[in-house]
């Protein structure tokens, strides 16, 4: 049976209406699994039976995340921030953890990871570690625009050296949480990619899910998470 794989959404509180990125939807379905779209929830009982109906979670990509979950003032130039999705990505990572759920964190998604487990970010990578590498490309986010070193020997055997990435983020990793190891980074030394080495927890600072079809890198990473689902 092909495993139930539940994405959290994109939500403004504004129009009151989630945004599934379809692409997360073409990956997950393109390569062994079943998408479900998490809905808004606010209280911690929902999680539980939620979390065992489903045999993987995707955090997905998203708006910025709240500067006080990593003991942090806003900074001008921190963006749209939505406590609503905080809260239930908070609620349902605390559930997660009790577990052996298998997860994959996407751009926002790393770093909330990153911020849950005791981590720092960057509000702005511009202003804060600038680089050469232009971490927040212009559409069609479906081309690479550079490259990533694979420092990790686990995925140096499933991705090889370097790979080329996807990027259209502006905060990123700044301190990064003791329970995580590292295995991807770009040339300028930002994070690029994390894991946890007793549990099924791995995340991508890129976007696999416009790269699946036309990358190896970025397809093995959408199936590795699959094929825990499995288990």
């Not at 420092?151 to 499933?158: M, R």
Request: glycine share 8%; aromatic share 10%; charged share 25%.
């Amino acid at each position: 049976m092909k495993p139930l794989i539940g994405l959290t959404p994109t939500y403004t509180g504004k129009y009151e209406s989630y945004f599934p990125v379809t692409q997360y939807y073409k990956a997950i379905i393109a390569l062994g699994g079943v998408p479900l779209l998490i809905p808004i929830l606010s209280e911690r009982e929902q999680m539980k039976p939620l979390v065992e109906a489903l045999d993987g979670i995707v955090f997905s990509g998203g708006h910025d995340i709240q500067p006080s979950y990593y003991n942090e003032e806003e900074t001008k130039e921190l963006g749209l921030v939505v406590p609503e999705r905080d809260k239930l990505e908070y609620l349902l990572f605390d559930e997660i953890m009790k577990t052996d759920l298998p997860l994959l964190g996407i751009c926002r998604g790393m770093q909330i990871i990153n911020v849950f487990l005791g981590g720092s970010l960057y509000q702005d990578i511009p202003t804060s570690f600038p680089s050469d590498i232009k971490h927040s490309q212009e559409k069609p986010f479906h081309n690479a625009c550079h490259s990533v070193t694979i420092t990790d020997e686990k995925f140096k055997n499933l991705l090889g050296e370097k790979i080329k990435v996807n990027s259209r983020h502006h905060q990123g990793i700044k301190k990064l949480a003791d329970s995580l190891s590292p295995f991807a980074q770009s040339d300028d030394g930002l994070i690029e990619g994390v894991y946890m080495k007793n549990r099924d927890l791995l995340a991508v600072q890129w976007h696999p899910e416009y790269l699946f079809n036309k990358d190896p890198g970025s397809e093995k990473i959408i199936k590795y998470f699959i094929d825990l689902c499995k288990k």
